[in-house]
C-alpha cells in the first residue's frame, strides 16, 4: 500500500516542522516571580522545584537571567512582613511589589510587569477581600482596596494589573479608578474563570497565602461548571477588561477553547503550580522524560491560549534554544 499524503508529510522533520499547526515563542510567555522583604534572599520553595522567592537585589539578578533568555514578561507576586485585616502593607507606597517594581523599571525598563492584584497574600486571614463581622467576603467594600492596590501598582511602574480577587464588579471599579488618574492606556487583564481548584496547593507555600479559616468557594469558580465561566469573562470583558485569564489550564482546556470560540479575545492559560510541580516530580522520578513540558505548553496553546502565565518558562527558554 502506498503512503497516505500525510505520511510522506510526516516523514521528514524539515516538512513537519514546515506544515506544524501550532507554534510556540518565548514571546507567549509571562513569568511568575515572588518577591519578599530583606536582603540577599533567594529562598528555594519546597514545593516547587526551581521556583525561588527572591529578595528585590536577588530579583534583578533574576530579571536579568529572564532577559538573556529572551522572556520578556513577568508577573509580581508580594509577601509582605506585615499583614492585616485590610491588607495595608498591598496599597502602601513603600510596599514589597511597589519597591520591586519601581526597582526594576529603574534598571531594567525593557522588562514588562504585570502585577497580581489581590488581598489574600497582605491580609492576615488569609482571604481575597475585607471580611464582614461574620467572616464572610465584603464584596463591595473590597472592591475601594482593589482600587487602591492597583493604582498603588501602576504609579509604582506596572504595565499592566491582573485581577486575581474574582470578586463582582472588580474590574469596572480599577478601571473607573485608574482611568480618573490619568492611567487609560493601562490595561487590565482579567482572572475571569478563576476555579476553586486543588491544584494551588504549592502556590499557599510560595506566597503564604493560605486562609486561616475557610475556603474561597463562595467566590472562586465551582469546577463542575462550565457554563458559568462564560458568564464570568462576559461580565468581565463588559466592564472593561482587556484580556483574560482562565486559571489553572490543564484540567481546564474545554473552558480555553469554548471561551476562545465564543468571544474571540486575547487569552491566558495560567499553568499553575500544582500542575508544574506534578510533572517536575515526574520527571525527577524517571517517569517521563523532559520533552513533556514542551508538550503541555504547546498543548495550552493549541487550545486557544495566546498567552501562558508559566513556572516553565525558562525550560521552555533552553529547550528552544537547542
Known sequence: MSFSRTRRLRKNQVVRNLIRETSISLDDFIYPLFIVEGENKKEEISSMKGVYRFSIDKLLEEVRELLDLGINSIILFGIPDEKDSCGTSGFVEDGIIQKAIRAIKEKYPEMYVVTDVCMCEYTDHGHCGILTDDGDVDNDKTLEYLGKISLSHVEAGADMVAPSDMMDGRVAAIRSVLDEN????????????????????????????????????????????????????????????????VKPALAYMDIIRRAKDEFNIPIASYNVSGEYSMIKSAIENGLVNEDIIMETLVSLKRAGSDILISYFAKDIARMLKK
Open 182 to 245: 490619568g492611567y487609560e492606556y493601562i490595561p487590565i487583564m482579567a482572572y475571569s474563570a478563576k476555579y476553586a481548584s486543588n491544584y494551588y496547593g504549592p502556590f499557599r507555600e510560595a506566597a503564604e497565602s493560605a486562609p486561616s479559616h475557610g475556603d474561597r468557594k463562595t467566590y472562586q469558580m465551582d469546577y463542575y461548571n462550565s457554563d458559568e465561566a462564560m458568564r464570568e469573562i462576559m461580565a468581565d470583558l463588559e466592564e472593561g477588561a482587556d484580556l483574560i485569564i
